[in-house]
């Protein structure tokens, strides 16, 4: 069992089928190799600086109608669609009101990370990393992953459950970083994972 998170390359050079008294034995000519993934745990982070204000954004009309779980009320306009009407309402007030699906106008959020530290704060970044991601995917949340690797920076698109587990192997692959520190672009929302021990 291996103490820290990450990957191991195993690989067999000289292998055998023995049959089932262990009397003879056969070899097994190729060399096989194998990745295995060691996932963290996930480790809580919480109160996201300026999470709260990110989700209370300003909210605009859904391109193409459709459902949406938030809806605004409005007076009725000619070619809007029938199946909208709020029919009780409209009862009560004489007047034929419309739910109109509304979304949330919100910019682009992102999470970055260097992968730079001991096993330990290594073990803490990728255990809150795994945090946030489920954190922010149950939330409806698409973001960007930005990750400081050996001299390059990875970017991640983050959008479902599907995009984040094929990210998975890769991140647990990468080298480590040769230094701290990138620059990001402009962002409504950016959250940097660090390993110290104080952090929440």
């Keep these: 069992m291996a103490d820290h998170c990450g990957s191991i390359q195993i690989t067999l050079r000289k292998s055998f089928i023995y049959?089932?008294?262990?009397?003879?034995?056969?070899?097994?000519?190729?060399?096989?190799?194998?990745?295995?993934?060691?996932?963290?745990?996930?480790?809580?982070?919480?109160?996201?600086?300026?999470?709260?204000?990110?989700?209370?954004?300003?909210?605009?009309?859904?391109?193409?109608?459709?459902?949406?779980e938030n809806y605004d009320l409005r007076e009725y306009h000619p070619g809007d669609d029938l199946r909208q009407i709020h029919?009780?309402?409209?009862?009560?007030?004489?007047?034929?009101?419309?739910?109109?699906?509304?979304?949330?106008?919100?910019?682009?959020?992102?999470?970055?990370?260097?992968?730079?530290?001991?096993?330990?704060?290594?073990?803490?970044?990728?255990g809150r990393l795994f945090y946030l991601v489920d954190y922010f995917l149950s939330m409806g949340l698409d973001f960007e992953l930005y990750v400081k690797s050996g001299k390059e920076l990875r970017i991640f698109p983050i959008g479902s459950e599907q995009d984040f587990s094929a990210a998975i192997p890769i991140l647990l692959q990468l080298p480590l970083a040769s230094e701290e520190g990138f620059r990001l672009p402009e962002s409504a929302l950016q959250y940097h994972i660090g390993g110290e021990e104080h952090e929440n």
Excluded: H
């Excluded at 070899?27 to 709260?52: D, F």
């Excluded at 979304?103 to 260097?114: A, C, D, E, F, I």
């Design 19 to 68: 049959d089932y008294l262990g009397l003879f034995r056969f070899p097994i000519g190729r060399k096989q190799q194998q990745t295995v993934l060691i996932i963290p745990e996930s480790l809580p982070v919480e109160n996201v600086p300026g999470l709260k204000k990110y989700m209370a954004g300003a909210w605009t009309p859904k391109p193409g109608g459709g459902f949406a």
């Design 87 to 126: 029919w009780k309402l409209a009862a009560k007030t004489g007047k034929t009101i419309l739910r109109e699906p509304i979304v949330p106008v919100r910019g682009k959020l992102l999470l970055s990370m260097t992968l730079l530290g001991t096993a330990m704060e290594l073990d803490r970044k990728f």
